[in-house]
């Protein structure tokens, strides 16, 4: 007996915060009364998420990639992981003055997306409830690729650091794994193409509407050439 199992190692791309992502911040320390001196570092922004006028608490990263923290002030988030991220907030809660005991600080994706669009069950945002996804999962939420659909051929285009780049990858393929565009990340935007079929099918079907419509106006026409010819 042959053992076909096929066991690669699992890595997951590294999240770097984008601007428009909505952060939830939370903040905690070894203080004894938290509800004193930990809340007031987690009263949520004006406007409830950071003035996008929704409900949930959390902090918007604006089109300069900063975050406007209600104690803390302005943090430049974009481009930092949220490890990062939560070094420097920490690092201004104990320097140069020390607002909180040892604090710890808990820092989670609160609008995870990414857009399918093409010949798939449904095109659109795929919201995302926990920070990890692969093209296979995302493809399959929007309803799967259907039968005029590339899976040979799917494109998903990402943009970090204010770059926009665009890779291929082949659903097919049993490389597709150790693809960079496997694991995707928020924002991600995948295409999926049409097939030669499907495009022959779309152009024939516009040559027969483009003939149907001539043959009617030559109808037309003829029959308004006899209607004056008799009269």
Do not use: C, W
Request: proline share 3%.
């Amino acid at each position: 007996v042959t053992d076909s199992t096929v066991k690669s190692e699992v890595s997951y791309p590294e999240l770097r915060i984008q601007k428009n992502d909505l952060l939830s911040i939370q903040i905690s320390s070894l203080s004894t009364r938290p509800d004193i001196s930990d809340a007031i570092f987690n009263q949520p922004s004006s406007g409830g998420a950071s003035g996008t006028g929704s409900s949930v608490a959390g902090y918007l990263v604006d089109v300069n990639g900063n975050i406007e923290h209600h104690r803390l002030g302005t943090i430049h988030a974009e481009g930092l992981t949220k490890e990062e991220l939560a070094a420097e907030i920490k690092k201004r809660l104990t320097e140069p003055v020390k607002l909180l005991d040892d604090p710890t600080v808990i820092i989670r994706y609160l609008n995870f997306r990414v857009t399918v669009l093409g010949q798939v069950g449904r095109e659109g945002q795929v919201i995302i409830p926990g920070e990890r996804v692969n093209i296979f999962e995302a493809i399959g939420l929007a309803g799967g690729i259907t039968e005029f659909g590339q899976k040979d051929k799917v494109k998903v285009v990402r943009e970090l650091d204010g770059k926009r780049e665009t890779g291929m990858i082949d659903l097919s393929s049993k490389e597709v794994f150790d693809s960079p565009y496997y694991n995707l990340v928020q924002n991600d935007l995948i295409i999926v193409g049409e097939t030669n079929q499907r495009l022959k099918d779309v152009q024939q079907a516009k040559t027969i509407q483009k003939i149907s419509f001539a043959l009617t106006l030559v109808t037309v026409a003829a029959t308004l050439s006899n209607i004056f010819i008799r009269n």
